[in-house]
């Protein structure tokens, strides 16, 4: 075979391969998210019946952080919230949204008012008896705008929380895909929670491409499915571990 057809004929070759390696790289990629969206789905039985409280970070008087297109946190929070509380209803949940409007939950009367708000958002969790509390949050950082990725608190020393965390955290770096944060523990406001509470920071306002994300109804949704996806492994794995061995 002459050297130029010989070389054609590896290029071919070449160019094969790699078109079926992109081809077999692009579907696993899909088989996998199909295979773990179905197993999300097939766990969701799980969710029937929980009392989930889900709380819209700030409200009212209350905006929260603020990114460059004057968009305030309190209606981001409430728009990824109300997705996610759709989901958790879907699944059988019975779900809780501290507010469904632009309000913020502090008393009247009270002399602190910030504290009053944030207690009063734990507070539906505690006398309802909830599974869980999820408070939805936007982060930011002025002082360093390159900062980025969702991240999850829960309070130190509270074993459940810290195990929802991990789940939730889990589920926003692989639904997300762009985030590379470790859930923390922190003392905030949830030190008041009796039931595993979490803190879902979605992402960074402060940051331009992720404060673009934000506000994509789109993104808004998939973060929405990022940490409902974290509650169903949550209890999946909790039953698990309370179910009496055979
Ligand atoms: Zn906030």
Redesign the pocket.
């Known amino acids: 075979m002459p050297i130029i057809r010989v070389l054609r004929f590896k290029l071919r070759y070449v160019a094969l391969t790699a078109a079926l390696i992109c081809l077999g790289y692009g579907s696993w990629e899909s088989i996998s998210e199909e295979l773990d969206r179905r197993s999300v789905e097939a766990l969701s039985t799980v969710l029937a019946g929980k009392i989930i409280v889900v709380d819209p970070?700030?409200g009212g008087i209350d905006g929260?952080?603020e990114g460059s297109a004057g968009i305030q946190?309190k209606e981001i929070?409430l728009e990824v919230s109300k997705r996610l509380a759709a989901m958790l209803g879907q699944a059988g949940a019975i779900v809780l949204l501290t507010r469904e409007c632009d309000m913020w939950l502090a008393d009247p009367d009270a002399p602190h008012k910030k504290r009053s708000d944030l207690i009063n958002r734990v507070d539906i969790a505690n006398r309802n008896n909830a599974d869980a509390f999820i408070s939805i949050?936007?982060?930011s950082f002025i002082y360093s705008r390159g900062q980025r990725g969702a991240q999850t608190f829960s309070q130190p020393g509270s074993g459940e929380g810290k195990i929802l965390s991990q789940f939730i955290q889990n589920d926003l770096a692989s639904v997300l895909g762009n985030t590379k944060r470790k859930p923390k523990e922190t003392d905030y406001f949830i030190r008041h929670s009796k039931v595993p509470a979490v803190i879902v920071?979605i992402g960074f306002i402060s940051n331009p491409a992720e404060e673009k994300l934000l506000l994509d109804s789109a993104y808004q949704s998939k973060t929405a499915f990022a940490v409902y996806c974290g509650l169903v492994r949550y209890f999946a794995d909790k039953s698990s571990r309370i179910a009496p061995r055979q």
Do not use: L, Q
């Open positions: 970070g700030h929260g952080s946190e929070t949050h936007v982060n920071e």
